[in-house]
């Protein structure tokens, strides 16, 4: 399994980027995916969550409205759109999968990219 995140740099605040996660090593249509981030000094968070479909999807409170999840099921990617960012937004952002193998659940998770806002 392998999860690729791009799309992450220096944005100002107010500004938009598009993260992209890249995956290979399972069915990817078969699974639901996630956006976490893990900001500077602080614990890793969910962001966002989208369905197996795309049509299903849900945000955590401070970016609900400002983000969008999207998927692409025969790229085998998932995307966050991210607008009117602030200096809080910034952090290092994970794309993960959780799937379910004999019973047991196993998380797998991407290497990140960071996210910088600032003026």
């Known amino acids: 399994v392998q999860l690729v995140e791009s799309g992450g740099g220096l944005v100002q605040p107010g500004g938009s980027l598009t993260l992209s996660c890249a995956t290979s090593g399972f069915s990817f249509s078969s699974y639901a995916m996630s956006w976490y981030r893990q900001p500077p000094g602080k614990e890793r968070e969910l962001v966002a969550r989208?369905?197996?479909?795309?049509?299903?999807?849900d945000y955590a409170g401070p970016v609900k409205g400002r983000f969008t999840v999207s998927r692409d099921n025969a790229k085998k990617s998932v995307y966050l759109q991210m607008n009117n960012l602030k200096i809080e937004d910034t952090a290092v952002y994970y794309c993960?999968?959780?799937?379910?193998?004999?019973?047991?659940?196993?998380?797998?998770w991407g290497q990140g990219t960071q996210v910088t806002v600032s003026s």
């Open positions: 993960k999968v959780r799937r379910t193998i004999r019973g047991h659940e196993y998380d797998y």
């Open positions: 989208i369905s197996i479909s795309g049509g299903i999807s």
